[in-house]
């Protein structure tokens, strides 16, 4: 299984972009996937799960401004982020795992694959 995040890039706060991870290979069935980022010098944390059955949860710093979606047929995770802010800044990774495994945006129950990252940055 290969994750391959794609979409990042430099923005002026206030701006938008588009975070993209194709899904390639096999994978958990049902599986959740989700959004994650590491700030220099900080830990990495949960921005976005979208669960197997559609259900989605959000760190509340993104909350009314981030978007997760999924496209099934062509196997792409999206990430929307609107109205962004410079702590927003971060590599920002996409994650699959068994559903039964996860909690939420809780990183311990995501161990399966990861994407290589991609890098926001927001001045």
């Known amino acids: 299984v290969q994750l391959v995040e794609s979409g990042g890039g430099s923005v002026q706060a206030g701006g938008s972009l588009r975070l993209s991870c194709v899904v390639s290979?096999?994978?958990?069935?049902?599986?959740?996937m989700g959004w994650f980022r590491q700030a220099p010098g900080k830990e990495r944390e949960g921005v976005a799960v979208?669960?197997?059955?559609?259900?989605?949860t959000y760190a509340d710093s993104v909350k009314g401004r981030f978007t997760i979606s999924k496209d099934n047929t062509a196997n792409i995770l999206y990430l929307q982020m609107n109205n962004l802010k410079p702590e927003d800044t971060a590599m920002y990774y996409c994650?699959?795992?068994?559903?039964?495994?996860?909690?939420?945006?809780?990183?311990?129950?995501?161990?399966?694959?990861w994407g290589q990252g991609t890098q926001v940055t927001v001045s």
């Open positions: 290979g096999s994978t958990y069935r049902p599986y959740c």
């Open positions: 979208e669960e197997g059955d559609g259900t989605t």
């Open positions: 994650a699959s795992e068994r559903c039964a495994a996860v909690t939420g945006l809780d990183l311990q129950g995501w161990q399966g694959y």
